[in-house]
């Protein structure tokens, strides 16, 4: 009995220190950038963002991130070259209409406000493990919304495109491609946890 209630007192100080923070799609973007010909950058960002960060105030390294992001709505400014990046030579985005990425670890950078997190990326039918060099910032009271609060994280990586079975490619003269192998991630994330629900009012004394 003695170790149920423990059980049952210490679930609930987990549950005291642990916070959902909803991303907020409406102010979030996932960019990426390309090489062409081995020489310009062309950048692009993908579709809405949407998912949740619960944040473990006591311990960070316990707190957890789930994030779905829409493929179909990639945008680089060329409509040509978005079409092809839809098509089954990348993306294939009437097979693989989202990416998701779930953490499986979350470690402490080399700042109070840097982490490392690690986690799951599924995209285009592959899944694989990656590490965003991540910075969180520190809460503010949602001018928007009373009682609400908001903070900003950012993340970055580079990855290997092929791994996830993006391999379409042209090689040139000069033994580059033209479209680079790597591609550089970044999210720019707005996260906002809701009020705090009110306490119930205590029912009037019967007379």
């Known amino acids: 009995m003695k170790k149920m209630i423990l059980s049952a007192v210490l679930a609930v100080s987990g549950l005291a220190s642990a916070a959902t923070w909803d991303i907020d799609s409406a ?6 950038t390309a090489k062409h010909l081995g020489i310009t950058n062309v950048n692009g960002t993908l579709g809405t963002v949407s998912g949740k960060f619960n944040v473990d105030e006591k311990d960070v390294t316990k707190s957890t991130i789930e994030a779905t992001i829409d493929v179909k709505g990639i945008n680089t400014n060329m409509a040509k ?4 990046l839809k098509s089954p030579d990348f993306f294939d985005v009437a097979k693989f209409a989202e990416a998701k990425f779930k953490s499986t ?8 406000n840097k ?5 799951d990326l599924t995209m285009h ?23 609400a609060k908001a903070r900003a994280a950012t993340a970055s990586l580079t990855l290997n495109r092929e791994d996830w079975g993006l391999t379409w490619n042209m090689p040139l003269a000069n033994n580059g491609l033209v479209v680079s192998k790597e591609i550089k991630v970044a999210l720019e994330v707005e996260l906002m946890k809701a009020p705090a629900a009110e306490a119930p009012k205590a ?3 019967k007379k």
């Open 105 to 112: 670890k979350i470690e402490k950078g080399s700042a109070d």
């Open 81 to 84: 070259r978005d079409d092809h």
């Open 115 to 119: 982490l490392k997190v690690t986690g």
């Open 203 to 205: 029912a009037p004394a």
């Open 125 to 147: 039918g592959v899944t694989k493990p990656v590490t965003f060099e991540t910075e969180l910032s520190a809460e503010v009271d949602h001018p928007m919304v009373k009682g």
């Open 27 to 32: 102010h979030t973007t996932a960019g990426f």
